[in-house]
């Protein structure tokens, strides 16, 4: 089957730098995606990784490593507007699915 | 980037009822949509798979005589909520795959179903 791990919440201080990390045990893996999404609203796109390494884009980054199953994102500099979920999500080789974990909710603290 | 536009953004309906969902891809064709539901505090759940011109694919549990999906063009999916019952209140998100160096999906606004 396929599974995916990310914590449930965190809570972070703004200004401050954040890592919520996600492990995964898919058949077929493609890539990773991650998505922030606010209350009520639709998930938007973060970053997808498909080679192992760091991408950075702004203040958020992300990791992937194939071999472990493992990906984390990294948020830098954090304002009170990244409070949201943050989903981790496999793209599946075979089919082009996209499985979803049950995202992290970040909380940022004054 | 990529635009993807649903409607209505909120339903409200009386029990029994059939709502129609749809999902727009404005400047990219889109060859496949997706499909999913999101209960509150959870994760998305995929429904279905729907490709232009062909029947949809459902996920396990979903009933298809339940959820029509229709994906009659490149650029329109409709999803229809067939006799709804107060279950299937949610928040309903299409996504259409945009193909190329990125090969992500970008996903519509959402629609809020409440069944009375």
């Known amino acids: 089957g396929q599974n995916i791990d990310q914590p449930t919440e965190m809570t972070a201080t703004e200004g401050a730098i954040v890592q919520i990390n996600c492990t995964y045990q898919t058949s077929g893996f493609n890539g990773l995606f991650w998505y922030q999404q606010h209350a009520g609203e639709a998930p938007t796109f973060l970053s997808y990784?498909?080679?192992?390494g760091l991408e950075e884009k702004g203040r958020f980054s992300s990791f992937l490593s194939r071999s472990k199953g493992y990906s984390y994102l990294l948020l830098k500099e954090l304002q009170m507007k990244d409070s949201a979920s943050y989903l981790c999500?496999?793209?599946?080789?075979?089919?082009?699915?996209?499985?979803f974990g049950k995202g992290t909710r970040l909380h940022i603290l004054p | 980037g990529a635009v993807v536009s649903q409607h209505p953004s909120r339903v409200i309906c009386k029990s029994g009822t059939s709502v129609k969902i749809e999902c727009r891809s404005l400047d990219f064709q889109a060859t496949t949509m997706f499909w999913y539901r999101q209960f509150p505090k959870q994760s998305l759940m995929l429904m279905a798979t729907s490709n232009e011109g062909s029947k949809a694919t459902y996920e396990q549990g979903v009933e298809k005589d339940k959820f029509l999906i229709n994906h009659a063009s490149l650029t329109l999916s409709t999803l229809t909520v067939t006799s709804a019952h107060p279950e299937d209140s949610s928040f309903y998100i299409c996504s259409a795959r945009s193909q190329g160096f990125t090969d992500t999906q970008y996903f519509g606004p959402g629609t809020r179903l409440t069944v009375l």
């Open positions: 999500a496999v793209s599946l080789y075979r089919d082009d699915k996209i499985i």
């Open positions: 990784n498909v080679l192992d």
